[in-house]
Structures are given as structure tokens and as C-alpha cells.
């Protein structure tokens, strides 16, 4: 079993910077690959980024690309998302998520919102 907890969402300007963390318990933070998802109003949850367990490897959307970065820092068992040059298209509520043991996101926080005006 692994808890996730998002920290981080607010109100940002459009082009503004936000930082988001998730901070994870239960299983070993280092056995598994983490990510991080977006649900905005009347649409479907969609993949924002994701790491591999041992940091080697990132993912992200192309909506995403150049703008966030997605970090971990397994020694504090929390994992990061840097959001930079931020737009309103951006708002949504932002998710964690973990892998479980088949590599398939089993795992999710409760949500952290963020918004961006224009």
C-alpha cells in the first residue's frame, strides 16, 4: 500500500511558477515509478508527467514539455513537479499517483488545485 499526499496548488498568474509536492508513505518511495496527473472541469483525467523509480528516466505530455519539470527525492520520499510559465489552460485539480506492482498507476493522492488567471 502506498498514501499520497499533494502539497503545493493555489492561484498563479498566467505566467507565473508553482511547486507542487507529493509526499509518499507506505512502500519503499524508491520501488516504484511515481507521475502526476491533471483533471480540469468537464474533462477527462489526463497524464502530466512521470519518473521512474530510480530517477533515470521522466515523461511528459507535449502540452507540458519546456515548462514543468518533474523531480524525486527518494531519501525524503517525496516527489516534485516545478511548473513554470504557467497558462490558464493549466487549471486543474493535480493528482499523484504511484505505481503498484503490475506498473500500472494504482495509487492516487486526493487532489491539489491549481489555477491560473489570465
Known amino acids: 500500500q502506498v498514501q499520497l499526499v499533494e502539497s503545493g496548488g493555489g492561484l498563479v498568474q498566467s505566467g507565473g511558477s508553482l511547486r507542487l509536492s507529493c509526499a509518499a508513505s507506505?512502500?519503499?518511495?524508491?520501488?516504484?515509478?511515481v507521475g502526476w496527473f491533471r483533471q480540469a472541469p468537464g474533462k477527462n483525467r489526463e497524464f502530466v508527467a512521470g519518473?521512474?523509480?530510480?530517477?533515470?528516466?521522466?515523461y511528459y505530455a507535449d502540452s507540458v514539455k519546456g515548462r514543468f519539470t518533474i523531480s524525486r527525492d527518494n531519501a525524503k520520499n517525496t516527489m516534485y513537479l516545478q511548473m513554470n510559465n504557467l497558462a490558464p489552460d493549466d487549471t486543474a485539480v493535480y493528482y499523484c499517483a504511484a505505481e503498484g506492482v503490475g506498473g500500472a498507476f494504482e495509487y492516487w493522492g486526493q487532489g491539489t488545485q491549481v489555477t491560473v488567471s489570465s
Open positions: 519518473i521512474s523509480r530510480n530517477d533515470a528516466n521522466t
Open positions: 507506505g512502500r519503499t518511495f524508491s520501488a516504484y515509478g
